[in-house]
């Protein structure tokens, strides 16, 4: 093993250590000092009784006391431990969703990005580099405009008779378009859903509310059911940052995750979406939480 190689390997060993004890210290020690409560509570209660039969053998004093603590804490530590992704079946159709902690652009299968309803594209004051929408164009694009736009256009042809010119519009792009408007980028295998979710103002700002995201997310499972040949799908929390959505980000987690099941339950979308959460955003996501969510919304 060359050692640029091995400094990689280290790298990555890292940053999975530092986000399981980001996750343990955000919600997880709380968790793990619940279930210790129960599992003690539970093995007290179980070993009272036996003790009053057998006195002599089970008075173990300060040291079975101590064991009990340990053994509690150990299998509540197996139980409770910080997962990086959370994955559960629905009951009907077979499809699967899973929570997960990474970077979006590194998963496998078709992936959604978020746009507004101009489908502006420019770095800089319009688009901001670090966006999902950013990364897209240097990273998937490499940072080649014209190519994207050009792609962009050729598949909005289809919606020309729904857009409308906004002649206030001074900087990017002046065609809007529907909330809800979804394009597909790419190829069979590899599709890049593009859906509007908000309206980008004539001041640059992007606009959208909880209707319009569910809106834009209608379109989008209907368009994945049409281009996506049920390849897995990965999809951001999209609205969540610039968007003013006025939704805090574990509510727009939990509506995507939503969306998906109601249109799951109608016709098939895909064999699996993966909600992505960037490592950044943990402060602000409760993995548990979306955990309990998931469970009770794919019943």
Known sequence: MGIVEFLHRLDTHLEELMLYLKLLTQVGLKRIGSSFISIFGLLWLSIEPVALFFPESLNFGWI?????????????????FPRSSVCKALSSPDSVVEIKIGNLFNQPGHLVIGANDVFDTELGEVIKPSSVQGQFLTGIYGNDLTKLDTEIEAVLEDYKAQRTKEPNKKKGKSWRYPIGTTIALGSPDKRYFWTAY???????????????????????????????????VAIPVIGADLARTNLPRMALAKLIILSFVVASKKEFVTRKLTLVIHPKDLENTDLYELEDFLTSACF
């Open 198 to 232: 908000g309206y980008m103002g004539n001041d640059l700002r992007v606009q959208s509310n909880a209707d319009y995201i569910w809106n834009s997310l209608s379109c989008l499972w209907e368009e994945v059911r049409r281009k996506g040949h049920g390849i897995d």
């Open 64 to 80: 079975g006391y101590l064991g009990l603590v340990v053994v509690s804490l150990a299998i509540a530590v197996i139980q409770r």
